[in-house]
């Protein structure tokens, strides 16, 4: 399969925006990714990325709650999700091409202007602390967790 060609495009914001078209597709993956990550977060702020992620899909202005994101993409037949790296943290949403314009409007509205609820704070807390129990009982997931503590040491990737 041959390289495809992209386009790098300098937005007013400064963000840069990379396209890839692929003619043979009919479908569109949007991916937003944000230079923030534990790499960069202070002791005290440690998992805040991680939070932040989870906090965006909890509802903003046109999509007020989760119910809602998932129905628009849902609904169009898309499918949406997000990660956090230790240098990014990437939302995404994958959906046919003549959809588009809801990819666009759901992740704008989820970045730009969520809500951050004081219930869905507490609430997705609680999320996040099970997560971090079912990573401390896969033994695979302890073993990278005490690899990046050893190589690392005190600091953030090693907290």
Request: charged share 25%.
């Given at each position: 399969?041959?390289?495809f060609q992209h386009v790098l495009t300098r937005m007013p914001s400064g963000?840069?925006?990379?396209?890839?078209?692929?003619?043979?597709?009919?479908?569109?993956?949007?991916?937003?990714?944000?230079?923030?990550?534990?790499?960069?977060?202070?002791?005290?702020?440690?998992?805040?990325?991680?939070?932040?992620?989870?906090?965006?899909?909890?509802?903003?202005?046109?999509?007020?709650d989760t119910m809602a994101v998932a129905g628009a993409i849902d609904g169009?037949?898309?499918?949406?999700?997000?990660?956090?790296?230790?240098?990014?943290?990437?939302?995404?949403?994958?959906?046919?091409?003549?959809?588009?314009?809801?990819?666009?409007?759901?992740?704008?509205?989820?970045?730009?202007?969520?809500?951050?609820?004081?219930?869905?704070?507490?609430?997705?807390?609680?999320?996040?602390?099970?997560?971090?129990?079912?990573?401390?009982?896969?033994?695979?997931?302890?073993?990278?967790?005490?690899?990046?503590?050893?190589?690392?040491?005190?600091?953030?990737?090693?907290?």
């Open positions: 399969m041959g390289r963000a840069r925006c990379i396209t890839v078209p692929i003619p043979a597709v009919r479908s569109l993956t949007l991916l937003i990714l944000v230079r923030v990550g534990s790499r960069f977060e202070s002791r005290q702020h440690n998992g805040i990325s991680h939070f932040m992620e989870h906090m965006f899909f909890k509802g903003a202005e046109r999509y007020p169009a037949g898309g499918s949406f999700n997000a990660f956090t790296s230790e240098e990014v943290v990437g939302y995404f949403v994958k959906i046919t091409s003549h959809r588009k314009e809801i990819a666009y409007d759901v992740l704008s509205d989820m970045l730009l202007r969520a809500k951050f609820a004081p219930e869905e704070i507490t609430r997705e807390r609680d999320v996040i602390i099970e997560e971090i129990r079912m990573h401390h009982d896969d033994p695979m997931s302890q073993v990278s967790t005490d690899f990046h503590r050893l190589f690392f040491g005190d600091q953030p990737l090693g907290w």
